[in-house]
């Protein structure tokens, strides 16, 4: 992953060199291309060669079709972003209308409190936004299981390849669950040493089962015991990395961020799980749907990933200089999944179904048949956090801080403790419609 920064406008180095300084944990090398229309930036980790760009595009990306990027031309600066969003990007405009850019927010934030979020598949081209020209609905195939299950398993292999032959050393997230255990699986044997990396609370379920799968792919394993003092002392990192002060996202990565901490000095790159509960029906709360609903559903969650979960991988990896990889999100898988049948997806009431058998030749039964758990429930965060909260703020501070300047209301303690921290850390920002909010975030009101 690297990071893009942008004016659009010529002679703008020192504000470029400012701006790098906010995402330096992003990457060491740094190089300008001035422009007679814009000045551009591009921010690269040690182990990515510093090329000239070609015909004054500059991209980011994070692997085959997950990036972001920039290109200049004549009319002036033009951004486009990948159909999923692994990639993130943001603009805004300054006191004097010019156009800047950036990987994060909080390199936008010195010249303009108007930001946006790119959204994915969209462009912004002589100052218009257009929006993602979405690939119409795919037909929905009709082969057998069996026959499903091994053309996902080579396109996911073939992702992981891919990925893992553009760095010298990468590792894996492990959290124990199927996701990033079959991903850990696949990429095993592109690898001499494979590192995987898990994080917890003593006792928490996650670190188990990812010891067990470490022991049957046979890597180097590294664990981090996590204790409730040690969450409450990262929030803050936590917090100004991610840019967010959603709940649920929250909870989830204080353990990837401290995971990934783990990997310093080890690998250049970690692979994670991201996106199979959202391409192949995770979640328990799908199994309440009519199965007319289902595709719709995982259409919808899967495009909130890019503020959400997405987000989550990109920032708790990037601070601590690394690389994040998504291979489940590769174009190929997506568009393979989009025509698997649903109930193929979850079948007779068992989620992912075709992803475990496409695991089964991969990973032991235990591994394959483990039921979902949220990276924050299995991790034993629990509700160590929420009942934090309750207890250090009370009903009265909750009612009269909850509504924001831009009219959102916070659902519970939690929220406002975590947008008091964000609140310290950039300020008391109007517009916040770059803020992801996670879908079924909790709403648990205080008694009065």
Known sequence: MTALVGIAAPKREADLNAMFQKLAYRGSKSSIYPDKTATVGILLPDHISTTPPSAHIFTANAGPGHFARASVSSSGLNLTRDLVGVVPMYYGYDAQGILTFASEVKALLPFTQEVFELQPGASLTDGQVFPAVRPPTPETMTSPPAEIAAELTRRLDQAVRLRAETAPQFGCLLSGGLDSSIVAAL???????????????????????????????????????????????????????????????????????????????????????????????????????????????????TARLHNTALQRVDRCIQAHGISGWVPMLDPVVVEFAGRIPVEYKLHQGVEKWILRQAAETLLPEEIVNRPKAKFWQGGGVGSLLSDHANQVISDHDFYAERRLPNGWTLNTKEELLYYRIFKETFGELENLDWVGRTKGSPVNYPSM
Do not use: N, W
């Open 187 to 301: 990429a095993r044997p592109y690898a001499a040493t494979m590192h995987t990396f898990a994080a917890g609370v003593a006792g928490a379920p996650d670190l188990e089962y990812a010891r067990y799968a470490a022991d049957f792919l046979k890597t180097e394993h590294h664990e981090r015991s996590v204790t409730f003092g040690g969450m409450l002392a990262v929030l803050p990192d936590v917090i100004y990395h991610l840019e967010s002060f959603d709940a649920l996202l929250i909870r989830s990565s204080i353990l990837h961020y401290l995971a990934s901490q783990e990997a310093v000095g080890q690998v250049q790159a970690l692979f994670s799980g991201e996106g199979a509960d959202e391409l192949f029906a995770g979640y328990d709360y799908l199994k309440a749907l009519p199965g007319s609903q289902l595709r719709d559903e995982l259409d919808d969650i």
